[in-house]
């Protein structure tokens, strides 16, 4: 799924290209020190009516990392997207259960436009009895 092409790594944090599926993928720490990094990244690299996020190799995010992750879809509270308006179709994989937890407690897992790829019984997947990718 990743690329070799790394579009951020600070050394705590490392974003990279991926091409199939288009995307990117995210490892190590988000927090205010790495902040800035991803916005740019996600900014730069976040393109096309559907984009995927790997986030398995994420060890911590903070709520504004998370955030800023969720509003690549466009959706911001009902108004306007930070994209200009524009909605995407943003697929979040091997979510860490926490970061699934907490998708689901702040409500952002009813984002429109947000899916989380976790298999049926993993640990963070809705008990839904959907199969497969959950859209939230």
Not at 108 to 130: F, I, K, M, N, Y
Request: charged residues 20%; negative net charge.
């Amino acid at each position: 799924m990743t690329g070799d092409c790394a579009v951020y790594d600070d050394g705590v944090l490392r974003i990279t290209n991926t091409d199939d599926p288009p995307g990117l993928a995210i490892a190590g720490e988000i927090d205010e020190s790495t902040y800035d990094g991803l916005i740019g990244a996600l900014g730069k690299f976040a393109h096309g009516p559907e984009v995927h996020v790997s986030m398995g190799g994420v060890s911590y995010c903070d709520l504004a990392g998370l955030r800023a992750i969720v509003r690549v879809t466009g959706a911001d509270d009902g108004a306007r997207g930070s994209n200009g308006g524009d909605s995407r179709r943003v697929v979040l994989h091997e979510v860490p259960p926490q970061l699934a937890a907490v998708l689901r407690i702040v409500g952002w897992d009813s984002t429109p436009g947000l899916a989380v790829d976790q298999p049926p019984g993993s640990p963070g997947a809705r008990e839904s009895g959907q199969h497969g990718s959950v859209a939230w």
